[in-house]
């Protein structure tokens, strides 16, 4: 099966912790991306990958960081700097920048206390 | 602030009839995605069309777009319960913005 995965689906951490959210894909896509989504609202990106160990910041990078050590990983660390961290995070994939279509992963949901 | 906004933000319809929700941007764009998120999922691509395109369809759906107007209409025809879900649209600008609107939330009542 071909696709983009995440882990794990819910996520619970005490405030001050750091937690990283991991995404997979066999898709062989050359992009990768974090979006963030709030409760009725849509996608904020967080940040992309457009080639593996490189990696920009997207509109809310703050608090966060990433890495691109292979091209099927992209795993987001949430850091205790950021302030709002209780979120549904969302990781995608696709055969190159934002021209072409995105294929997203089922979701994490992470909430902290 | 974010590229796109949609329009309604909720919409409900009988099942059989037609859905129509609009995106408006503010900036030149390259391309124009339109997306569809079931509760609590991720999304998942229905169309891309370009800033060269006016309009566009596959299956049920259609897509226009005025570059003039910065704006794009999604329409789903024939609507069925399963099309119940949160469609939002994506704008790909110069220089690597890519925005996601607020979406619509569409509910197809059986």
């Known amino acids: 099966d071909g696709g983009i995965t995440q882990s794990p689906k819910y996520l619970f951490r005490k405030e001050g912790q750091n937690v990283t959210l991991s995404c997979e894909q066999n898709?062989?896509?050359?992009?990768m991306y974090w979006y963030r989504q709030d409760p009725g609202q849509g996608l904020r990106l967080i940040y992309y990958s457009q080639i593996v160990n490189d990696f920009q910041k997207g509109d809310i990078a703050e608090g966060y960081s990433v890495s691109r050590e292979k091209k099927e990983s992209f795993p987001l660390t949430v850091t205790s700097a950021q302030k709002n961290p209780t979120a549904f995070y969302l990781c995608a994939s696709s055969w190159g920048g934002f021209s072409y279509e995105q294929y997203f992963g089922p979701g994490t949901r992470l909430t902290v206390t | 602030s974010q590229q796109g906004e949609e329009d309604p933000q909720a919409l409900s319809i009988q099942e059989g009839e037609n859905a129509t929700m609009n995106c408006s941007y503010k900036?030149?764009?390259?391309?124009l995605q339109w997306y569809r998120q079931n509760s609590g999922r991720g999304l998942v691509h229905l169309i891309l069309?370009?800033?060269?395109?006016r309009e566009k369809h596959s299956g049920r759906l259609r897509v226009t777009l005025d570059t003039s107007k910065k704006s794009s209409s999604l329409l789903i025809t024939a609507s069925r319960a399963a099309d119940t879900a949160s469609y939002f649209c994506a704008t790909d600008a110069s220089g690597n913005q890519f925005y996601f609107g607020t979406g619509t939330s569409l509910t197809v009542i059986p």
């Open positions: 898709l062989n896509h050359d992009a």
């Open positions: 069309i370009r800033s060269n395109e």
């Open positions: 900036t030149s764009i390259n391309n």
